[in-house]
């Protein structure tokens, strides 16, 4: 079946860029999506790729997507103590619309 | 975006008494709803495919006999946790797919339970 994978936390400083990293291995994936959920909430739509595109940039938040190794990343620029939250990597398996999440990755953003 | 709501957010109840959770989608209509699990610092794992008018469809190893969903609505999905254990406590998420928006599944915040 399909497999979604993420690295399990990530601390930078405050100001600082992130980068979080996915990998993914159904390669009939459509939309790849990154959400953020914060403590006790529910899931946020951040951004989502095409698949037959490979950046994707808005505002803060921008999405690369290397379809030949399956890799997925969401770089947040400027990057602020609110954006500390867990951040899932999902991808859209054509198979009625079903989303494959990533494990989330922490984000932890020191002052 | 469209808004999905739950309620309710939090939910404590005793050992083997069954919990209802509703998902609506407030400003479109859904054919399709998802209700996912989120055990504590883990992801998020689809329990089963919720239908307007159909029988759910559910995902390997989750009981539907346990875990009765019923999408009697365009706009609504419930589902219930029967004969509730400890076991059972988790977050409930639920999204609902709207196909007017290139079919982007917008999300719940959430259902908390906890049984005693």
């Known amino acids: 079946g399909e497999d979604v994978e993420q690295s399990l936390f990530l601390s930078v400083r405050e100001g600082d860029s992130s980068v979080i990293n996915c990998t993914y291995t159904d390669s009939s994936s459509t939309y790849l999506y990154w959400y953020k959920q914060e403590p006790g909430a529910g899931l946020q739509l951040l951004t989502y790729?095409?698949?037959?595109?490979d950046m994707k940039q808005d505002q803060r938040l921008t999405v690369l997507l290397n379809k030949k190794d399956k890799h997925l990343s969401l770089r947040i620029a400027d990057t602020q103590t609110g954006d500390s939250a867990i951040y899932f990597c999902a991808e859209n398996n054509n198979a009625g619309n079903m989303l494959t999440f990533g494990g989330g990755t922490r984000l932890m953003v020191k002052p | 975006g469209a808004v999905v709501s739950q309620h309710p957010s939090r939910v404590i109840c005793k050992s083997g008494t069954s919990v209802k959770i509703e998902c609506r989608s407030l400003?479109?209509?859904?054919?399709?709803m998802f209700w996912y699990r989120q055990f504590p610092k883990q992801s998020l794992m689809l329990m089963a495919t919720?239908?307007?008018?159909?029988?759910?469809?559910?995902e390997q190893g989750v009981e539907k006999d346990k875990f009765l969903i019923n999408h009697a609505s365009l706009t609504l999905s419930t589902l219930t946790v029967t004969s509730a254990h400890p076991e059972d406590s988790s977050f409930y998420i639920c999204s609902a797919l709207d196909r007017g928006s290139y079919n982007e599944q917008f999300f719940g915040p959430g259902t908390r339970l906890t049984v005693l």
């Open positions: 790729i095409f698949s037959n595109m």
């Open positions: 919720s239908n307007e008018g159909s029988k759910a469809t559910y």
């Open positions: 400003d479109f209509q859904a054919t399709t």
